[in-house]
């Protein structure tokens, strides 16, 4: 029996500290193939316990394994790998952009590179991705145009946002990919009342929101989750757990719930987790849950198990939080190895044509960022002109602004 005396303030603490010795022992995982796929129509409350449990598709043979597996032609993972092969790729020069002053900010994907890339390829054109800082992979793996992307990583003369966003917050209407926000998990709600309005409209266009683990700790995501439930809304709820917020593990936002998924089940939503580094699956159950909102079913929530092997961002420094070699004792592996074996498995990829993509895709990264690159950096070349701050902002300029724009004599 409790002790009813003193009481005693919790707080949570992870399983190591830097300096100590990497544990995932907590780490539940079974076996591939072994969680069923349910009907698309389902009865949330008959599915509860997939809120605790991890969809694989990948077994450690390189297999494709039980009921989430086929979806995808060796053709359509071939490209799949090549998206994800771009988008570390990319990371890596611009991370080195960075570091050489050429622009003031990034933030890396590094071992997270499957949840965006294979949730890309369950949408349909016209649904509205809103996303945090870390899902470029839904513009790689729609064609959005790398330099595009470097320019905005610059601020440019060529920025198509007009040096008006941090670098990486990326916008494209056109690729269904809603302006990121600074803020974190104000876009969540968001993403609900815009699925919501698509629905009063008599659309067929559904939304995507996504969020970290530790942002789930706002307040918006619980707002969130109280709409997306109370009115079917046609949305598709992602968190993306890495384990890490900036320099707090998981257990601090997760509070008791035991897993991310589980925050659904209050709600009638139905919740699922899927291994993050499982292409395969990652698509699967984007499949799964796309398909309910599109057919009237109502928002699904997506926990994604996977690990930030770098740190949270150019302004970070891991090392002071958790253990050096942690990332390399993450049990479920590295997406772009773990695809790359199953193709490898299929006949259709090898080593050899492996180094070969890696080479041919470097080359094509390096070739975009000195295109970016003669249009300016940070600090040298060409730059929005001041006139722009003062464009876009009202359908129609008001009269304080265009005193002001006469002011500053743009």
């Known amino acids: 029996m409790a002790d009813a005396g003193m009481l005693r303030f919790h707080v949570p603490e992870p399983e190591v500290r ?66 994800m092969m771009t988008l570390r790729t990319f990371d890596a020069r611009m991370q080195m952009a960075q570091r050489q002053g050429k622009t003031s900010f990034y933030m890396q994907h590094l071992g997270e590179e499957a949840v965006s890339c294979a949730f890309r390829k369950a949408l349909q054109p016209g649904d509205m991705n809103f996303p945090t800082y870390r899902q470029a992979g839904l513009l790689i793996a729609d064609g959005y145009p790398m330099v595009s992307m470097m320019n905005q990583i610059y601020s440019n003369e060529a920025d198509p946002l007009k040096g008006r966003q941090l670098p990486v917050m990326y916008s494209s209407k056109e690729h269904g990919f809603f302006s990121i926000s600074g803020n974190l998990a104000t876009q969540y709600i968001q993403a609900v009342g815009w699925a919501m309005a698509s629905a009063i409209s008599n659309d067929s266009r559904i ?74 699956a990652v698509h699967a159950v984007a499949k799964w849950a796309v398909e309910r909102a599109r057919r009237n079913l109502g928002p699904t929530l997506v926990e994604y198990v996977t690990y930030r092997v770098g740190a949270h961002s150019t302004s970070d420094d891991p090392s002071a939080y958790r253990p050096k070699a942690e990332s390399d004792a993450w049990p479920l592996g590295d997406p772009v190895i773990r695809l790359k074996n199953h193709l490898i498995h299929n006949g259709v990829w090898s080593e050899d044509r492996h180094t070969q993509a890696e080479a041919e895709i470097l080359e094509t990264v390096i070739a975009a960022q000195k295109e970016a690159e003669s249009h300016g950096t940070l600090h040298a070349g060409g730059k929005p002109s001041t006139r722009d701050m003062f464009e876009g902002v009202y359908a129609e300029m008001p009269p304080h602004l265009r005193r002001q724009r006469q002011q500053a004599g743009v």
């Open 18 to 83: 830097p300096g100590g010795t990497p544990d995932f022992s907590n780490v539940t995982i079974p076996k591939a193939g072994s969680v069923p796929r349910p009907e698309i129509d389902v009865d949330p409350r008959t599915i509860r316990d997939m809120a605790f449990s991890i969809i694989r598709v990948l077994n450690r043979a390189g297999e494709a394994v039980g009921p989430w597996a086929g979806l995808l032609s060796d053709q359509e993972l071939l490209e799949g790998l090549r998206h």
């Open 207 to 280: 939304a995507a929101a996504w969020i970290g683990d530790g942002s789930t700790a706002e307040s918006d995501f619980h707002a969130a989750l109280v709409f997306a439930s109370t009115y079917k809304a046609p949305v598709v709820l992602n968190v993306v757990n890495n384990q890490w917020a900036i320099s707090t593990f998981q257990g601090i936002a997760r509070g008791g719930s035991g897993t991310f998924a589980a925050r659904g089940l209050g709600f009638g939503i139905p919740s699922l987790r899927v291994d993050g580094n499982d292409y395969l």
